[in-house]
DNA sequence: AAATAAATTTAGACAAATCTAAAATATTCC
DNA sequence: GGAATATTTTAGATTTGTCTAAATTTATTT
């Protein structure tokens, strides 16, 4: 695998993540993400495709080849073993790890990075419940959703939040809300999409539409698949 | 304190290790210590004299400023706390750890440093016996000197080893000297300057010239002061 | 289906860090 | 002390990644 600059690695990473949502990425999608301009997007796009690392036609915006992929799991990989680092060992908060993490993750000696793996114990998760690709770049993909779209009186797992910001933090702590919680459900509001949780047995307390939409849950009964309509056409 | 670019931080990072031998260093020197060519040096040099790193006058060489030895003392303490840690944690072996730390010691971000320090227990020194400083600046000064130098029958530790190859790592294994070995000089040779070395209660060994000059050591006996003439004029 | 708006790309410029080749300055040696 | 040599600096080019402004393409509206 060869190296790629610090800055064709955050183009990279900001290409993976933005695929996840949709279909092709966007170069203002880009540009927007990576807080740069979109002819700086155009330009390293042209560079990217040359190494082959993503499928670009000029107008038809981009998807990251196999090989660009792979390149973007190793950044991730990085990424995510040092958040999970910085929050077990050097006691960081949630909130700050993303940051240094942010640094740290385009130091791309693999010995360092899979010693540091088997150092903290090979860790699955990160400290928002974004699961860490294996050193062969494997990811788990886990059945998450949305506690938005989670059914009323299902008992599901807290396994990830999708915003890391110290607001939600301080929310979250308020709340005792923590990956791994146990919760469901017990009544929607149809006024402000409000929820009804309950929580093991404390009293039921309510969380608001923002707050349910950047919380991802585990189901623990199977739940039947409800059909979103066509998909990709 | 100002954030400096990576190419910033070697260079500065160079003149403060070539400083510590000589007086003024010269722009060859710097040329080659960072396998770099001498019309390079010159241009950074410029750069760090606005930022009022250094002190350098055309054709004269360069002295870091008092600023300028602060933030060559905070890279060396981000190096070696990482060495360090690649050691001790993640198990990488003596002559593994410089190449990573130099990738490392580049991630600027001082709560991060800290809190490493912190986690490491505060070491003193690296794995080669350097001193590491600490969070402000403050570095130990210690009475090391050349083992070619000690007198015979005068005990003393080994402090540190100033050549970090996998070559002295295998041959210092073999002879099972490590940091804080005690040992002393039993006897010099003329004809090629190897010495006859005792440990303990092994029975002594010689070791080549090379090697006992990479050697540093900290004698358990005050040494009497041996004047070296005029200091630098 | 034009006209307008939005998104994207191109063209050309700039800053950082590097290089080569030539010029300027210092040093060494007879 | 002056010629030869070594060192250092300058001048100008190159690469990477960025930018602005203008041109081009695509999408939206009426």
């Known amino acids: 695998m060869l190296n790629f600059s610090t800055s064709e690695e955050n183009y990279i990473k900001a290409i993976f993540h933005l695929q996840q949502d949709v279909g092709p990425v966007t170069t203002n999608e880009v540009a927007h993400e990576l ?11 042209k560079k990217l495709k040359i190494k082959k690392l993503l499928h670009y036609q000029p107008y038809q915006g981009f998807r990251l080849s196999s090989e660009g992929t792979k390149v973007a799991l190793g950044i991730i990989r990085r990424h995510r073993l040092w958040e999970f680092f910085l929050a077990e060992k050097l006691k960081f908060t949630w909130d700050e790890v993303h940051e240094v993490a942010e640094d740290l993750e385009h130091v791309s000696n693999k010995k360092l990075i899979d010693k540091l793996d088997e150092f903290l114990g090979f860790p699955r998760v ?3 419940g974004d699961p860490i690709p294996d050193m062969h770049g494997k990811i788990e993909i886990s059945n998450k959703i949305c506690l938005s779209k989670l059914p009323n009186h299902t008992p599901a797992l807290v396994s990830s939040v999708s915003d890391h910001s110290s ?28 929820l009804e949780i309950r929580m093991g047995r404390q009293p039921a307390f309510t969380i608001s539409q923002q707050l349910a939409e950047t919380i991802f849950v585990t189901s623990l009964l199977p739940l039947i698949q409800i059909s979103e309509g066509k998909r990709n056409k």
């Open 35 to 45: 807080k740069t301009r979109p002819a700086s997007v155009t330009d390293m796009m």
């Open 126 to 128: 990160d400290p928002h």
């Open 167 to 194: 607001e939600i933090l301080e929310l979250l702590e308020h709340k005792k809300i923590s990956l791994g919680s146990k919760l469901e459900i017990k009544r929607r509001f149809e006024f402000d999409n409000s």
